[in-house]
Each structure stands twice: as C-alpha cells, then as structure tokens.
C-alpha cells in the first residue's frame, strides 16, 4: 500500500463512521415493533434468567434484552456469553469497554452508548478518548493498549482482515487468549446493535439519545 493511501484509509473510515445514520425511534404515534416484555409475562422457566438480567442491566428488560426474549433459548445463550464477555473476560474493563464502544459508535447504537458510556469511564478509559471516538475520529493520546484495540477493532471492520503488521503490533501487548477476547466482544456487540436495531430500542423515556437521530 503506497503512503498516500495508508494516510488516507484512516481517514475514509473516520468519515464513514460519522456519516452512518444513527439508530432511530419509532415514529410519534407509532406502536413498538416490539411491545415491552414484563417480568410477568415471562414464562416460568426464564423467571431466573430475568432476575440475573434485573440485577446487572441499565435499561432493566428493556434493550436487547425486550428482543431476546422472544427467543428464550438464544436468550439463554447469549446471556451466558455475555456473562463471559462483560465479567471474566481476559481483557481489562478498560479495553473491553472501549472496544464495546468503538461497535456502538460503528453502529451509532443508541442503547449501546448510553450503557456503555458510564462503564468505560468508570473502568478507567479516559473521557477524551471515549468523546473523541465518539465523533469518529481517531482518539487523541490513547495508550499503547488501548491504541492497539482501536486499530484491531477498526482494521477488522473496515478491511475485513488484520494485516500481519497489525497483528504484530497486537501482539507485542496483547496475549493470544485477549486477542480472540477482543473479536469475541466486538462481534458480539454487533449483533446486540442489530438486535437493537431491530426493535427500535432507544435509552430509556427523558434520557437523551446519545446520536442525533436522523
């Protein structure tokens, strides 16, 4: 790859990240796509399920998780992997919140960014890295770790590969068990965007949404 072209693919992903339309309500008036489950309407075999969900979720049953339930056994399993993703992962919060991140701001996922947010501060990512990212551009002074999950996370999605110079940089911080952590959580925050995507799912009534909506 010439040099003019290594400047400017950076770039074409930056702008492409900005310009994707942000995830959108419904229109005023219009139902749910998906009504809002209750923990009554749940059936009996997935009472504990949705107790684990209560204790540790933002928006409560709202979210991802008001579309999962209409596949009890996939909302089964993806907890589950979620349990591993968010609570004993390889990854340090701070990483694993800030490649969360990068997905949510990929897919201008409102729900995503309200909840993860919070957290990625919280787990130590500085607050101009996560607000840089959040414009679509190139965080400012990022640290080598979290430079190397940027680059990784962003490579992946905009080439579809990891070029060896890539994962060799990745390597010399990460260890190969964080290195498939990190594509775990990232694809798996994909889909959690397409689910919200799905239903519609924005933060919770008089929080603002975090993309402005097209």
């Not at 309200?114 to 002074?141: E, M, S, W």
């Not at 990232?186 to 965007?193: E, L, P």
Request: proline share 9%; net charge neutral.
């Amino acid at each position: 790859m010439s040099s003019r072209l290594k400047f400017l693919a950076p770039l074409a992903l930056t702008l492409s990240l900005a310009a994707a339309w942000a995830q959108t309500p419904p229109a005023p008036g219009a139902p749910k796509r998906f009504p809002q489950i209750t923990l009554e309407q749940i059936a009996p075999e997935g009472q504990a399920l949705a107790q684990e969900i209560l204790k540790i979720s933002s928006v409560g049953l709202a979210g991802p998780y008001n579309i999962m339930f209409r596949s009890p056994v996939f909302a089964d399993r993806m907890k589950r992997l979620l349990d591993y993703l968010r609570f004993n992962t390889s990854l340090p919060p701070r990483l694993n919140e800030f490649a969360i991140l990068i997905q949510g701001q990929a897919w201008k996922s409102q729900v995503e960014w309200y909840a993860h947010y919070p957290l990625a501060l919280k787990a130590g990512l500085p607050q101009h890295v996560a607000d840089d990212l959040k414009t679509g551009v190139r965080p400012r002074d990022m640290a080598p770790d979290e430079e190397v999950v940027y680059e990784v996370s962003t490579e992946l999605m905009r080439t579809h590969e990891l070029s060896d110079a890539t994962f060799q940089k990745a390597k010399r911080v990460l260890n190969d068990q964080q290195l498939v952590d990190l594509v775990a959580v990232s694809g798996t925050y994909v889909t959690v965007a397409m689910l919200l995507a799905l239903g519609q799912e924005m933060p919770p009534e008089g929080k603002p949404m975090p993309f402005p909506a097209r």
